[in-house]
């Protein structure tokens, strides 16, 4: 192998290329940081989801929206595990973050006066668009390169570096070249982005959990992995994202008999409720066998097709490729299934953004996401990772230079390159395919048993032992695949766990515990690693801190309530059956 | 499958659509100067090196390339 890359002396360094990764660069340079370098294991801005983001941002507008109504009901709809220090944070922040990516060249759709304008997609904040998520991170990785942050494009990030229990850096390799990349910094942001499984949707294939699964390794805690509330997607064809578009357009979802039945759950916003409530509607249509559901876009009027050939420009020439539009028009309805599932958890992070290790900050889609309306997404990715940088920046000018020891940087490299040296190993294919075949049914981790998470546990333990060991790769492109394969499988693994220890209905729901029980469950499932073994436990939300609080009862909860009132289910012995 | 197609008469080696590939999929071959594709399976239809490619040498489908299993 060729000799090694090794950058030091950097103030901060930020992994991930997306959103998140790229404000944290420009704010760590714009508090005084003198070297920033920000690494991507595609090309900063043109990789992850944010490249491939629908279009629309939900952003609260201080002199338009209701403050009060914005708290009350991003909270309500994280079910209270929502951090209300951040949120806070959060809505200070959104709309300067808004304004800035303006000033950088950020292409937003505006009313002839000038203004953002804002329209109703999911949910119940108006939102603003964009025109093109890689235009919009073209726009901003020139900014990032502007303000003086050095980029590194196609290294992917295996391992932490920690020195005497701080974080000291980062280690990877060029998937070009193979060379080995070793980054000693002062402090470090990680912005990986979540763990997709390689799933229905394109846009998000090559977020595969490496953050998470590398800072599992460093003994960091994680948390929030058992919530896993996936989007829903074209079946048959290989087209995504966009559905805050379609559905706030006036697409219909509608089951076999040509029903629609999403208003079962929420009668008020029908198909522009929320995921968690869309996801749960779809797969109790699926456990009624009343599949196959589809997406009829075919009412919609034309200037909104054009409208959305603006803002989501990628979305809509597949489905011209696929005869799906013709012109200005929907003409075909669409089968439409719940996609596969993303791990929506992250590191355990605090009000400034800082994770267990003491160096390593975090933001966007690296955090826990809590609910939908908070901060998360792409606005939660802009005002956590402008924060996460200024902070970081700041304790970099606090603390000495780290110091690697070679013992560490010889172990991680081994690891690295272990899939190179195989022969007769197992293609990183495999692995992917067997983690999909016991993750993504949807009575798995939307509808949730205790028996069917324990099997589906056993699939992907046997997986871990049997095959992540024998990953092989043939060159630098296949070793990416090969690390992507393995922490797909860690990351499956911490999620069930996660999932398996949440004894009760919150966000997901579960067949063998139907309450919804704030009197035990305000709480976030925390992972870390302990020796080999895997130490779940739950790290309670401050309540006490906080304004908004729930009852202190256990009831059914809503989604299962709404299930019994029609019918479709009956709760005996605490048990869900259905009917 | 994602990108079927790169037209060698039409590309002229700018090698934006290798740069820009989120998954790796496209290459440069030095020699004759046109971007080729390599790794085809690994592609995800996000039909990226088709929008930014400026000679519309580029051609993607949104077909699945790998077999991903149905929820149901
Ligand atoms: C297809 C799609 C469409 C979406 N549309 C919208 C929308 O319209 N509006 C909205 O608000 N939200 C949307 N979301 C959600 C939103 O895009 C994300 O929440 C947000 O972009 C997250 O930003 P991020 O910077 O945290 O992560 P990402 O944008 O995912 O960036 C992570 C980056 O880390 C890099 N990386 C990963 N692993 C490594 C490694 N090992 N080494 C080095 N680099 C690595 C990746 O290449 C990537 O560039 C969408 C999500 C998807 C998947
Ligand atoms: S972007 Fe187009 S012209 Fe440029 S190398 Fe790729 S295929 Fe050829
Ligand atoms: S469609 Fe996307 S993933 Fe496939 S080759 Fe083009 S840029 Fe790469």
Known sequence: MADEVVMRDIDVLVIGGGLAGTFAAIKAREAGASHVVQVDKASVGRSGCSAFGAGVIRTFFPHEDDRDKAVYESVLRSHFLCDQE??????????????????FGVEFEKTPDGKFDRILARGIYRRVMFRGGYRMMEAMRKAAIEKGVKIVDRVMVTDLLTDGGGAAGAIGFSTESGQVYEFYARSVVLATGRGFMKGRRPGHRNVTGDGMAAAYRAGVTLAGLDSAVPNTGPAHYDIGPGNNMYLGAGGLLVNSDGRRFAETFDPALKERTELGILSVACAIEARRGR??????????EPEKVQRMKRVIPLPLMMYERAGVVVGDRFVKRIEWVIEGPSCNGGLLVNSRYETTLPGLFTCGDTMPAVGPEGQTALPGAMTSGARAGKYAAGYASEVPPPKISREQVAEFRERMFAPLKRRDGIEPDQVLLSVQEALMPYDVLVLRHEERLKAALQEVEGIWHGQVPLLQAYDPHYLRMAHEAGNIALVARMMLESALYRRESRESLREDYPYLDHTEWVKLVTVKRDGDRMELGAAPVPLERYKLRPPVEKVLHPLWRAAEKQGIIRVENGSVKWA | MGVRKIDVSMCTGCAICVDYCPMDVLKMDG???????????????????ERVCPENAITCIPVYERRIPLPW
């Open chain 2, 31 to 49: 020699e004759r100067q046109k971007a080729f594709i390599k790794y085809l399976r690994d592609c995800q239809s996000c039909f990226l090196c």
């Open chain 1, 86 to 103: 951040r949120l806070a944070q959060h809505l200070d922040d959104v709309y300067d973050r808004i304004r800035e990516m303006d000033s």
């Open chain 1, 291 to 300: 599949t196959p559901l589809y997406l009829d876009m075919t009412g919609v």
